[in-house]
């Protein structure tokens, strides 16, 4: 038998396409760059926004198919790599995004470069969101070496010294993590999706264990730009 073809995921729309492009060329990567890197912040962007923008535009289209029209999206964590994601649930969906970010400076960067498109980029914690969502984005944020340098040293990288590692400084890390994920995983709708990088599937495995909460892990994921952790999606039943 002949192989089934793979069916081709539909472009973004015009629209869509061209308010990703104007607010990739609005970003002042000058500023930005100090913040994603303590060196070379310049080269960095030089080299990631073109993969950034593409590899986004990817994601985009893959998560089209799986919201509803009209829903709600929490994202913990949200910067450049998700203006794609954003701008297609916002364009294509009409859906309504509440994307949290922790650093100020990013927030205002953001902020100014979309202008009219209006994606509403908030400073503070997703903890503080109100309502329900059928959708919730976690991508790289609790393997996030800045944010939580032992749990990323130890699960996502592997190197921890047994030496020098500090266990309560873990300890506390893991609790903090443990009650950012429930807190945002108590406002996702059932059923409802959740998008996350592959090495943060424990935390989600773990919850649904501990909630008895049937889930479906998707094999297929998608390469991201920045820090290289495939993301995929999960239904939640």
Same mark, same amino acid.
């Given at each position: ?61 893959? &998560? ?15 910067? +450049?790599?998700?203006?794609?994601? /954003? ?9 309504? +995004? ?11 960067? &953001? ?14 914690? #997703? ?7 059928? !959708? ?17 040293? /130890? ?24 009650? /950012?994920? #429930? ?14 990088? +592959? ?12 909630? !008895?909460?049937?889930? !479906? ?7 991201? #730009? ?12």
């Amino acid at each position: 038998m002949p192989p089934t073809p793979i069916k081709k995921t539909p472009r973004l729309s015009t629209r869509t396409t061209q308010a990703i492009k104007q607010i990739y060329q609005a970003l002042d990567y000058e500023a930005l760059g100090p913040i994603y890197c303590d060196e070379g912040g310049d080269a960095f962007w030089e080299d990631r926004r073109g993969p950034c923008q593409k590899l986004g535009i990817t994601i985009a289209k893959a &998560l089209r198919s799986r919201l509803p029209q009209q829903g709600r999206s929490l994202y913990v964590g949200a910067g +450049v790599p998700e203006i794609p994601v /954003l701008l297609m649930e916002l364009l294509e969906l009409n859906r309504t +995004v509440c994307p949290y970010n922790l650093r100020q400076a990013e927030v205002d960067i &953001l902020s100014q470069a979309v202008g009219k498109n209006g994606i509403p980029f908030c400073y503070g914690s #997703a903890e503080s969101a109100t309502g329900d969502f059928d !959708h919730l984005w976690i991508v790289s944020v609790l393997n996030d070496p800045e944010e939580f340098p032992n749990l990323s040293v /130890l699960f996502s990288y592997g190197r921890a010294d047994p030496l020098a590692f500090d266990t309560s400084a873990f300890s506390t890390e893991r609790e903090t993590g443990i009650r /950012l994920f #429930a807190n945002c995983m108590a406002k996702l709708t059932k059923p409802g999706w959740l998008t996350t990088s +592959v090495e943060e599937i424990p935390w989600v495995e773990n919850w649904c264990q501990t909630h !008895h909460q049937p889930y !479906h892990i998707e094999e297929a994921t998608y390469p991201t #730009a920045l820090v290289g952790d495939p993301l995929c999606f999960i239904r939640i039943e």
